[in-house]
T-cell receptor, first 114, second 113 residues
Framework: ETGVTQSPTHLIKTRGQQVTLRCSSQ?????VSWYQQALGQGPQFIFQYYREEENGRGNFPPRFSGLQFPNYSSELNVNALELDDSALYLC?????????????FGPGTRLTVL | QKEVEQNSGPLSVPEGAIASLNCTYS??????FFWYRQYSGKSPELIMF????GDKEDGRFTAQLNKASQYVSLLIRDSQPSDSATYLCAVNPPWGSQGNLIFGKGTKLSVKP
C-alpha cells in the first residue's frame, strides 16, 4: 500500500457527460500527477500539480482539467466525455521539486464511457 | 516525440530462471529511470529506480543503465510465479516538469511453475 487513495473505484458514464475523479496524496507529499492508462498501453501523463499550481501538462485537450487543494489532494475533471476516454485513471504522488522524485501510484479509477 | 520502447512480450521463463526485461529511450538527456510492476487490473507498483550508469541491485532485482546506448534493463533472478505481471519502464525526461514520466507499453512476464 502506498498511502495514495482514489475515488471512486469504478465509474460508468455516457458520452457527453462530465466526470470528477479524486485523489488523496501520501502523507508528506505535495505533488500529484495524473495519468491515463488505456487497455494494453502504458500510462500517459495528463498533468501534474505542485503546491496547488499546475506544473506541467501532457498532450491532452482542455476538457481535461484539474485542481489541487491546500491539503494536496487533487481532482481530475473531464468534460464532454468521449468513448476513447474509457481507461484506468491513475494518480501518483511524490515529494515534488526534483526530476529524480519517485512517484507512488494510487489504486486507480476505472472509467467506462458508453 | 519522446519515446520509451519495450518488447511487449509475452516473455515466458521457467520458475527459478533469470528474467531479463529491456527498455530503450529516445531522449539522450533523460536523467532518471524507473521500473514498475503492474498486476492485471491493479495499479503500477514501484520496483526500482536508477539514475547512474551501471548496475543497482535490490534483492532478486537488478537494474542496469547504459546512458550511452540509451538502454535500461531489469533482471529478475530466481523468478517466481508471483513475478508474473506486466513490467513498465518509465523515464523522466529533462525537459519535463519535475515529475512527469514517460512510460513504455510494458512487457508481460509469465513465470511457469
Amino acid at each position: 500500500e502506498t498511502g495514495v487513495t482514489q475515488s471512486p473505484t469504478h465509474l460508468i458514464k455516457t458520452r457527453g457527460q462530465q466526470v470528477t475523479l479524486r485523489c488523496s496524496s501520501q502523507s508528506g507529499h505535495n505533488t500529484v500527477s495524473w495519468y491515463q492508462q488505456a487497455l494494453g498501453q502504458g500510462p500517459q501523463f495528463i498533468f501534474q500539480y505542485y503546491r496547488e499550481e499546475e506544473n506541467g501538462r501532457g498532450n491532452f485537450p482542455p476538457r481535461f482539467s484539474g485542481l489541487q487543494f491546500p491539503n494536496y489532494s487533487s481532482e481530475l475533471n473531464v468534460n464532454a466525455l468521449e468513448l476513447d476516454d474509457s481507461a484506468l485513471y491513475l494518480c501518483a504522488s511524490s515529494t515534488g521539486g526534483s526530476s529524480t522524485d519517485t512517484q507512488y501510484f494510487g489504486p486507480g479509477t476505472r472509467l467506462t464511457v458508453l | 516525440q519522446k519515446e520509451v520502447e519495450q518488447n511487449s512480450g509475452p516473455l515466458s521463463v521457467p520458475e527459478g530462471a533469470i528474467a531479463s526485461l529491456n527498455c530503450t529511450y529516445s531522449d539522450r538527456g533523460s536523467q532518471s529511470f524507473f521500473w514498475y510492476r503492474q498486476y492485471s487490473g491493479k495499479s503500477p507498483e514501484l520496483i526500482m529506480f536508477i539514475y547512474s550508469n551501471g548496475d543497482k541491485e535490490d534483492g532478486r532485482f537488478t537494474a542496469q543503465l547504459n546512458k550511452a546506448s540509451q538502454y535500461v534493463s531489469l533482471l529478475i533472478r530466481d523468478s517466481q510465479p508471483s513475478d508474473s505481471a506486466t513490467y513498465l519502464c518509465a523515464v523522466n525526461p529533462p525537459w519535463g516538469s519535475q515529475g512527469n514520466l514517460i512510460f513504455g507499453k510494458g512487457t508481460k512476464l509469465s513465470v511457469k511453475p
